[in-house]
């Protein structure tokens, strides 16, 4: 992936910076053209994963459309040229001026995650003259088998409506004058590397959708949501998820009506291996039982380590000495900050270049300015040709 003409030009560029590879993330998007948009899924791009606008723009050419959880996410990619309609609104806590955003771009579906959200929807509606199309997020109970933070679809977690709240909910839909219920929405989770339960999800649909169907209400779409994970220990080996099998899992699992629709909402598994941290090398300082290589990015350029104790491979990119242990650390005063320890690396100087890899999904758009640190530039790999 870094060839030594590419390192040269590391070289020459102030770090740390993320780097982009545009011809990885084309790659990724074809198969997913391929595997997933030629059988007929609508798949959105989770904007959340990465806001940066030279990747929407590749994104939105690919023929994706976007999911957003902010209001601010539905005007940037307004502003990337998605169309209205091809653009999703969750969130467990959208804001009045969030929703009225949406009510006046006039997007495709509002994922409403609550009864009060459904209510106070229907009132901004009325007040603004508009009908809102919206999918009830449900949530489906189903274990994802991923770090509890970024679990959610169980009855625990705050997002979905509890499917004991439907008899409330089925009694509540007609009685919204500006309210169009077109679809049902799930997300169980994030980063899950096992097909099961995917599987789980979709028995768990089909259930539902029969409940709705009882119920009067047909459904335009169903509403699968993302998660896919990708592999963080070995990304050369695996640049590109499968998405042959995990849209295959749909294909034989979910039980789909005549001309209905199924969404995915896709984040991470679009865009996690085309992104890289840069960084150079500050120091070397020897410690008791392992060296401490103290690098230019910290926990304000890439948090997901110091969060959610996530494990982003470290590659040397300018030494093929003998290995050493070390423990690779940022500059940010928390103890927190900390990207690997006790990994095996060939030995590093100072001024060396690492790349902190599988970093295109909350990456940039986690960065803050804690300590007062410069906001991480982007670099694409058109710019370096």
Known sequence: MFTSQLIEKFRQLPTPFYYYDLDLLRQTLARITEHGLAKGYQVHFAIKANFNIEILNIIREAGLGVDCVSGREIERSIKAGFRPEQIAFAGVGKTDEEIRIGLDTEIYSFNCESIQELEVLNRLAHENNKMASVSIRLNP????????????????????????????????????????????????????????????????????????????????????????????EDPDSEPVPDFKSFFEVFDRNLEIRDGQQVHFELGRSIVGQCGSLISKVLFIKDGINTDFAIIDAGMTELIRPALYQASHRVDVLTSSKPPKTYDVVGPICESSDTFQRGIRLPELERGDLVAIRSAGAYGEVMSSGFNLRDRVKAVYSHDLD
């Open 141 to 232: 109970n189903v274990e994802a088998n991923t770090h509890r933070y970024i679990t959610t679809g169980l009855h625990e977690n705050k997002f979905g409506i509890n499917p004991g709240k439907l008899p409330l909910l089925f009694d509540l839909i007609p009685r919204l004058e500006n309210i169009r219920l077109n679809g049902i929405h799930f997300h169980i989770g994030s980063q899950i590397t096992e097909l099961r339960p995917f599987i789980d999800l979709c028995n768990r649909v089909n259930s539902l959708q029969n409940l709705f169907e009882e119920k009067g209400f047909l459904l335009e779409h169903v509403n699968l949501g993302g998660g896919f994970g990708i592999n963080y």
